[in-house]
Nanobody, 114 residues
Framework: VQLQASGGGLVQNGGSLRLSCAAS????????VGWFRQAPGKEREGVSC???????DYVDSVKGRFTISRDNEKNTAYLQMNNLKPEDTAVYYC?????????WGQGTLVTVSS
């Protein structure tokens, strides 16, 4: 059972990245998937989530810039990040939760230069 986050990198202010969260060993369909981030010296915060009914939610700071989605056939969830800002710099983690099952990916670093 594994959750693999990828897609991070270095991007300039205003740029875009798409993060992927690929599940293996379990079916992501039933799970709510969330993206979290942790900036240096700060606590981890929730960024966005998508439930198994495809309803979504976002933290205010990313509304209108980030879009979460899921492709159940590919067993993968995504976070499209547009108009990135330096304050979005953080390690991004994905999480899948369903009942008592709770899985975390290893994190992918997003760095936005000013």
């Amino acid at each position: 059972v594994q959750l693999q986050a990828s897609g991070g990198g270095l991007v300039q202010n205003g740029g875009s990245l798409r993060l992927s969260c690929a599940a293996s060993g379990f079916t992501l369909n039933y799970y709510a998937v969330g993206w979290f981030r942790q900036a240096p010296g700060k606590e981890r915060e929730g960024v966005s989530c998508i439930k198994n009914d495809f309803s979504t939610d976002y933290v205010d700071s990313v509304k209108g810039r980030f879009t979460i989605s899921r492709d159940n056939e590919k067993n993968t969830a995504y976070l499209q990040m547009n108009n990135l800002k330096p304050e979005d710099t953080a390690v991004y983690y994905c999480n899948a939760i369903f009942g008592y099952s709770d899985y975390w990916g290893q994190g992918t670093l997003v760095t936005v230069s000013s």
